[in-house]
Each structure stands twice: as C-alpha cells, then as structure tokens.
C-alpha cells in the first residue's frame, strides 16, 4: 500500500522560512514523479514544484522560483519542500503528490500526502 506522510508546516510570520517532509513507502519511487502541491481557500489545487525520483530533475512552477527548493534523500525515501521568504499570499494547505509522469495537472497523480496546513502571518 502506498503512502505519503507529510510532516512540517505550521504558523510563521512573513519572509520566514519553513522545510515540508513527505515520507513515501509502498513502492519503488524510481519511475515515479513526485509533487508539491498547495490550495488556498477557495482556489484549485496549484502544482509548485515537482522531481524526478530516479534522476533528480526538478520542475518549479514560474510562481515559486527563487524562493522554495525540492529535495529528496534516496536513502529515507523522503522529499523536501524548503520554503524561504514566506508571504502572506503563500497560505494554503500544501499537499505532495506521486505520479507515472511529469505533469502539472493534479489529477493526473495517483497518490497524495494527507496535507499539511502553513500559515504566514503579516
């Protein structure tokens, strides 16, 4: 069974930084892409910033360059969401995500993290 365990988040105040966990387990991750995604109140789910697995290969949306960083640690099978100079405006529920291919498109992943909510404060 394949799960993703998202851990961090959690309240900061604005042009703070956060780190995001999601633990994956079930399956090999090798042919797999894996996301970050958020959704704020009221809006659809946005893809941030997605990895290749097997070859590292990262795909940041044009919204979140500079200032957010995918990683991913082989060995424990985690990847890494680092989020610095946080605004107001990045408040939402952030969600990781796997899929069979690289896509931006939400329900094109077969897999998702439970989300975990991050709160910026002005």
């Known amino acids: 069974q394949v799960q993703l365990v998202q851990s961090g988040g959690g309240l900061v105040q604005a042009g703070g930084s956060l780190r995001l966990s999601c633990a994956a387990s079930g399956r090999s991750f090798s042919s797999y892409f894996m996301g970050w995604f958020r959704q704020a109140p009221g809006k659809e789910r946005e893809f941030q910033v997605g990895i290749s697995w097997s070859s590292g290969r990262t795909y940041y949306a044009d919204s979140v360059k500079g200032r957010v960083t995918i990683s991913r640690d082989l060995a424990k099978n985690t990847m890494y969401l680092q989020m610095n100079s946080l605004k107001p405006e990045d408040t939402a529920v952030y969600y990781c995500?796997?899929?069979?291919?690289?896509?931006?498109?939400?329900?094109?992943?077969?897999?998702w993290g439970q989300g975990t909510q991050v709160t910026v404060s002005s």
């Open positions: 995500a796997s899929g069979p291919q690289i896509t931006v498109v939400a329900s094109d992943y077969d897999y």
